[in-house]
């Protein structure tokens, strides 16, 4: 696998893990309603799935945009690979931003 590939993946990976705690939920409240005494939990528990796809939706989309944007240009690219650089980060020797797809370090 590529690096830009898994680049794609990582940014990806907390909408797929919002998605995996919303399959989880749902199995969690249908498999429990059954048993006596997780049933209390139920109510409560309920909420987990709408709330994990929600931030799933918004992770997804965050994560497109930021690609979309790379794609389009108008992110600052990493100086040895093309790839997209990271926010502003304060670091010990000044501020810099990781390359996404390479991990570098670079000023801004
Ligand atoms: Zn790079």
């Known amino acids: ?11 990806y990976l907390p909408a797929l893990l919002a998605l995996a705690l919303a399959v989880i939920g749902m199995t969690w409240t249908s498999v429990s309603g059954n048993v006596h005494a997780l049933s209390p939990l139920v109510p409560y528990v309920k909420w987990l799935p709408p709330i994990a796809l929600l931030a799933a939706l918004v992770a997804g989309l ?7 944007r ?4 108008k992110t600052p690219l990493c100086a040895g690979c093309g790839g997209p650089l990271g926010r502003l980060q304060q670091g010990p020797q000044g501020s810099y931003r990781k390359c996404l797809a390479c991990g570098a370090r670079q000023a801004p």
């Open 70 to 73: 790379w794609q389009s240009g």
């Open 62 to 68: 965050v994560a497109t945009l930021r690609l979309w």
């Open 1 to 11: 696998m590529s690096r830009y590939a898994w680049m794609v993946v990582r940014a």
